[in-house]
């Protein structure tokens, strides 16, 4: 009798902390994404060229890094924190998601996402010549 009550509640809190689990791992991803972003923008990378060979933009190319799918649906936005554009200013790449919680939460909960962000900010190395600031959708 006692197992059979304490089952639902151990199994729900099983599915909790793996969906945490996801939840974290989607956060890890999306900083690394961020992170080389930061990088491609700060030395002005020309994705035209090898060996990336891309007619994407830059903020695309780097929504298209992460490892899921689900993950390649983040919005990427680079800006210039300072306004300035000049070598040694910085420059910020942040990416983010609206992750789903747990489908048993949506009673429970009155907002069912929540959103992951990755960022980085990286010092500009040269002008930016092959980008622009702005975001995806």
């Given at each position: 009798m006692e197992f059979g009550l304490v089952v639902p509640l151990l199994c729900f809190l099983?599915?909790?902390?793996?969906?945490f689990g996801k939840f974290m791992n989607?956060?890890?991803d999306l900083t690394h994404v961020a992170n080389y972003g930061a990088r491609l923008?700060?030395?002005d990378?020309?994705?035209?060229?090898?060996?990336?060979?891309s007619a994407?933009?830059?903020?695309?190319?780097i929504q298209h890094q992460?490892?899921?799918e689900e993950l390649r649906g983040a919005t990427v936005c680079i800006s210039f924190p300072t306004g300035d554009?000049?070598?040694?200013?910085?420059?910020?790449?942040?990416?983010?998601y609206d992750y789903s919680l747990v489908p048993l939460l949506d009673s429970l909960l009155p907002r069912r996402t929540l959103t992951v962000r990755g960022s980085a900010t990286m010092r500009l190395e040269h002008l930016p010549e092959h980008f622009a600031a702005g975001c995806t959708t």
């Open positions: 099983v599915l909790v902390l793996v969906d989607y956060w890890l923008a700060a030395v990378t020309d994705l035209a060229k090898p060996p990336f060979n994407l933009s830059l903020q695309t190319f992460a490892e899921t554009q000049t070598a040694g200013s910085p420059v910020k790449v942040q990416v983010s």
